[in-house]
């Protein structure tokens, strides 16, 4: 049975930092394509990062410089370190797995960054 489980969002002031972890199960996590994705209130999921089997990153540009995506295929675990948070990435984050057709999700794992 695939799973894949979020944790480590929270509130959080302005300016500060969280890590998201995903812990994966069910599959073969070293060869698929991890990303996380967010989705705000009222707005439509978009992606924030994403990392594939030979650790190549990609970024979405508001996250640049701020959030950093890493894996660790040993513990079947994908990460996302967020710093310098600001209240617009309040969210819902998710995990995805993909590779080819297979496309996998979490449940999610709610970020608030307020004052």
Known sequence: QVQLVESGGGLVQPGGSLRL???ASGFR???YFMSW???AP???REL???I???TNTN???SMKGRFTISRDNAKNTVYLQMNSLKPEDTAVYYCNAMLGV???WGQGTQVTVSS
């Open 21 to 23: 972890s995903c812990e």
């Open 29 to 31: 996590f070293s060869i």
């Open 37 to 39: 994705y967010r989705q």
């Open 42 to 44: 009222g707005k439509q």
């Open 48 to 50: 924030v990062a994403g």
């Open 52 to 54: 594939d089997s030979l």
């Open 59 to 61: 970024y979405a540009d």
């Open 102 to 104: 297979r496309s996998y």
